[in-house]
T-cell receptor, first 115, second 116 residues
C-alpha cells in the first residue's frame, strides 16, 4: 500500500538559515513525488514534483527537493528561509505502477520561520 | 485564470442532516479530485473524476457519500445522513488530463464541515 510519512509535526528555523522538511514514502512501483504548501485560509499550492530524471528538482519560491531512492525519501529544502515561508507543507506520492491518479498525502509539517 | 472554487466555505449541520458541497474546477481541467482532511491528520483521497466519469472512488468512506459531476463541469459531494466523524475539511482539486501538467493539481480553499 502507498504511504507517506512526515516525521516532524513542526519545524522551527531562524530567518536566513537553511531549512529541511522531511518526507519518506512507500510505494510498490516507481514513485511520483510532490510537495504542496498551504497558507492560512487558502488551498494547497503546488511547489514541485519529481517524475523522472535528475534527482534534484527545483520548484517555486526557491525550494528544492532531492529524490533518494535507496532511502525512499524526498526531503524539501531551501538554502535561506524567509519569514514568509511559514506555512503548512505536505508531501505526496503517486504510484506510477497503478496507472491512476490517486495521490497519497502526508499529515503535513508546520514550518515556523522566526525573524 | 480563475482558480478552483468551493462552496460553501464553512458548513455546520446536525448529525443526521444532509449537506452538499460544490466544487468548480479550473476551466478546461478534465481531472477532478475530492480529498478530506480530518482533525489535522493526513489529506485523504476520496475519489477522482475524468470529465463526468468516476475513475477511482476507492477512498469514499461509505455509501453515505455520493459524488457527481454531471456534464463534466462542476462537481457535488453529498453526505446523507451526516455523522460526527464526517467533520473535517473537504478539498477539491483539478488538473489537466495530459502533458506534464497533469501531475500538478490545483486545489480549492476547502469546505470546513462541522457535524454537531
Amino acid at each position: 500500500a502507498q504511504s507517506v510519512a512526515q516525521p516532524e509535526d513542526q519545524v522551527n528555523v531562524a530567518e536566513g538559515n537553511p531549512l529541511t522538511v522531511k518526507c519518506t514514502y512507500s510505494v510498490s512501483g516507481n514513485p511520483y513525488l510532490f510537495w504542496y504548501v498551504q497558507y492560512p485560509n487558502r488551498g494547497l499550492q503546488f511547489l514541485l514534483k519529481y517524475i523522472t530524471g535528475d534527482n534534484l528538482v527545483k520548484g517555486s519560491y526557491g525550494f528544492e527537493a532531492e529524490f533518494n531512492k535507496s532511502q525512499t525519501s524526498f526531503h524539501l529544502k531551501k538554502p535561506s528561509a524567509l519569514v514568509s515561508d511559514s506555512a503548512l507543507y505536505f508531501c505526496a506520492v503517486r504510484d506510477s505502477n497503478t496507472g491512476g491518479f490517486k495521490t497519497i498525502f502526508g499529515a503535513g509539517t508546520r514550518l515556523f520561520v522566526k525573524a | 485564470e480563475a482558480g478552483v472554487t468551493q462552496f460553501p466555505s464553512h458548513s455546520v449541520i446536525e448529525k443526521g442532516q444532509t449537506v452538499t458541497l460544490r466544487c468548480d474546477p479550473i476551466s478546461g481541467h478534465d481531472n477532478l479530485y475530492w480529498y478530506r482532511r480530518v482533525m489535522g491528520k493526513e489529506i485523504k483521497f476520496l475519489l477522482h473524476f475524468v470529465k463526468e466519469s468516476k475513475q477511482d472512488e476507492s477512498g469514499m468512506p461509505n455509501n453515505r457519500f455520493l459524488a457527481e459531476r454531471t456534464g463534466g463541469t462542476y462537481s457535488t459531494l453529498k453526505v446523507q445522513p451526516a455523522e460526527l466523524e464526517d467533520s473535517g475539511v473537504y478539498f477539491c482539486a483539478s488538473s489537466h488530463i495530459s502533458g506534464t501538467e497533469k501531475y500538478e493539481q490545483y486545489f480549492g480553499p476547502g469546505t470546513r464541515l462541522t457535524v454537531t
